[in-house]
């Protein structure tokens, strides 16, 4: 059965983010391809060429991020009625990046206990991307 991967989008600045997200999530940036060092360079003008076609975080657990600017013809409107879940096996790694991810950002739910986790919390970070982190699941 196929995992489903989120692939966020954003307006030039998505190489900025993934380093981001590499460093407050501990993953590795496996592919960040611009226009220009892709197969597509020639057909790409360029004052757009720095704009990210794609990109691949790995997350430590087997989890992967995806990513890539926007078109730049296509208004960008944010990322919006979606939030990005994380689950950590403790209450202090979910706080170490919920912490990490709300640096520059709006916490939109401080850190706090729940029916279904020992802590949880909600933001949306630097670059407009909603999170809610979870440490330590309880049984429901």
Wanted: glycine share 10%.
């Amino acid at each position: 059965m196929p995992h489903p991967i989120a692939y966020l989008a954003f307006d030039g600045n998505c190489a900025e983010a993934m380093r981001f997200y590499e460093r407050a999530l501990g993953g590795k940036l496996e592919i960040l391809m611009s226009g220009a060092d892709s197969p597509m360079a020639a057909q790409i003008p360029k004052e757009h060429a720095h704009r990210i076609l794609h990109a691949r975080l790995a997350l430590p657990g087997g989890g992967i991020l995806f990513a890539g600017d926007a078109p730049a013809h296509v208004p960008y409107q944010g990322i919006k009625g979606v939030s990005l879940t994380l689950n950590y096996d403790t209450v202090a790694e979910a706080r170490r990046v919920f912490d990490a991810l709300a640096a520059g950002g709006q916490v939109t739910m401080p850190m706090q206990p729940a029916f279904w986790a020992k802590a949880w919390g909600m933001l949306v970070d630097r670059f407009g991307t909603p999170w809610i982190v979870n440490g330590e699941l309880l049984p429901l």
